[in-house]
């Protein structure tokens, strides 16, 4: 365990400097999951069987997201991502709330690492899927989001059980 | 409860047409939370002390999160806010895992509701918590994130029960 | 026929002022095209039935950058944009060369026009087909480029032969 | 001819994965058109005189829209860009028709080509100069919109002809 | 004389709510400007009769920025900004320290000033002149930057004498 | 002394080409400074006691500014920064017009200078002081800002003399 390393020598907030790190391969993968009524998952497979596609409007709001992280978050390194795949997975689809399970992975040859990246991409991704159904029904609940895995980098590598989703 | 409406006639994504509906005062209040060990809450806690805020740069990164709302949901309305207001509540503070509770309110005076702006803002605190705590742990969990409650508008306001965090 | 107006006295470009005009209900509809070999155009079509789509990316551009037009075209006034719709029609599936027809069509509620979204929609719908079939053929060519009819506003409606595409 | 590489196992679309490709000198050179009317010419070149110049606000857009490429083209990968050129050529000043033929050249030394950006420079080149001139005749028409050559990286050279403006 | 305004019950930053605040024509100017040398002023003034006009580059830079401002100043509303022109005046042409006098004037019809976005386009607009010139020499200065005049609103207007520049 | 840099062969406004230039570590520090009246110090400092923070907003307006400086300023090269530190000091506490100074700096390891970044982050810093105190008084005049130093690269060090704030 070591301290809050965003701060400068007054206790004011800044970006780390990161000048002296080797610019290594490194990945991230992080969840996020939205549950919602089994009409509104109904809905979207329905929809996509007409050609419109939540999913597909959510895949590029998380790809496009996890390029505007270091706008967001505001101590975050800018990054050159080389690459972001997202995956969508449903669970409990007969039972009354439906859960849908969003995987980013995100990879970068940099001098730090994806995690916020990652997590991102998969939190805009659930917000775009909310906003698509939230005219069917605003109970939607977002999460747990969390960091899976990363690799890559002096810290070491990252691994956690999955939650019980 | 009422179908999907982000679809045009050849069932592709659409920016839903708002221009016949009238301007009126909009609320939305949404909430995320953030787990995290206590190690990492003392952290937090002790930096505050030395003028550094974690929570600070959290809240400018929800305001300006909702700002940004409609640049990162794609088929979200372009709205001019009027109002940003986040807060932030410690939980178990004597547990071993410590929760932050983030609630955003957002106001507008427009055509559609700011539910997306509240829910983006409240995401993007905890993210941006979660950022400048991951050096200290990586296992902290984002969520529930939930829409509240919102008021204006023709569909009628919308309550929810807090969900135990 | 006018002057052009985007300059001040000194001659210097300016952002014109719209002040004193009236918000009105307005709509403009753009329309590209892009050309590409018949290859292209079986590999676009082949991936959607398996489930992807260049399409869909292609329709949140538009829309997303519909959003942005403000931030790129220098003298343009941000707007409010009410919706936006995009659609796709295919011409000479036959033919050696296959051609994609974008028509987007934005609608707003403001002081000025949405011509420059409708363009710029349409624009980067596009581009982003181009960007996703690149790697198969690169000499798919952009274009003709240009504003179909727009309606509102005090210097009136304005409407146009389609040209043959 | 090669498959769409833009979708993952799923058929979703991703960005690419470039972490093992190695780190160039690329080049991309695109070409754009506007074709207006005589009067339009005229009014740029007499504006011009007088000091203003609409090519300069035009010239500005395409390079800053170069820097906006990966923001608005969903799957492009961010690039660090080290250098953009727009060059502007008038054709058929004597005819009713007169031709403004927009160049932009880009350059990067990075993982993967620069393309899209010098696409996307011209297009908002050319939608610039529409917006400053639309005042005068809404009737100009952008395109073709192709790239002419690329040089650097593993999938070689290209080049093509250039289309009769 | 009143309190500072950004701050919520908590003591934390917030975005004033405007909601219930009339929308109303507003104007606002700012100044900005930046001494140089004597040779790079020439070296401005030469280039401009080659045709180039690292002024034209400024007035766009300006006008953009102002467009940016409630992206760049956390607390600030969105605002549709209907005008904004920028002026640029030499002074003390004929002594070793050259100045450029920078005066931007925004415009809206909105329920806020837009004090911050003429303050913005003045400083962005001195910043891009800066950048332009830096490889001449690096050691311009930029300011006195500051508010000329404000009208429309609630707390009346503004106006102060102008900074002897 | 040399000429500008930023014009190519027809005398327009170009990005240089900095293809050819090597990664090296650089630093760039700027200041700037805002003058406001004793009752805005105090302002400031009482709003501090409870708990809320000016200057902690700022520094996060003026890291996130120095990230968007290439998107800012036209002919800036984008870097990959790789730390941003904000200091602000008070001086003439005990006068009728009070001074904050602001402090930023920069460092990237890049093929350019990040002088213009330091320069925005500085001048970002000082207009969200101007954005949250003027509600207090509009009077407060921002800069001298200026470069104080850079360091890396090949056209060498630069270092200036304090001006007297």
């Known amino acids: 365990m070591s301290d809050l390393t965003h701060f400068n020598e007054h206790g004011r907030a800044k970006m780390v400097d990161i000048s002296g790190k080797n610019e290594t391969k490194r990945i991230a993968i992080a969840k ?19 050609k419109g596609d939540v999913l597909a409007v959510a895949q590029v709001a998380g790809i496009m997201g996890a390029k505007q992280t270091a ?29 849908l399970v969003i995987t980013a992975e995100v990879k970068t040859v940099g001098a730090t690492g994806v995690e916020m990246e990652a997590l991102t991409a998969a939190s805009l991704a659930a917000l775009t899927v909310y906003d698509m159904c939230k005219a069917v029904d605003k109970s939607m609940v977002i ?23």
């Not at 999460?143 to 989703?165: A, H, I, M, N």
């Open 32 to 50: 996020s999951c939205i549950e919602m009524k089994k009409a509104v998952y109904e809905n979207i497979v329905e929809q996509k069987n007409k």
């Open 71 to 99: 706008n967001l978050i505001p101590m975050c390194h800018p990054i050159p991502i080389t690459g972001v795949n997202l995956q969508f997975d449903w669970q409990n689809q007969e039972k009354e709330n439906v859960k």
């Open 143 to 165: 999460g747990p989001t969390y960091l899976v895995e990363k690799s890559g980098g002096k810290s070491g590598d990252y691994k956690r059980d999955q939650l019980s989703e």
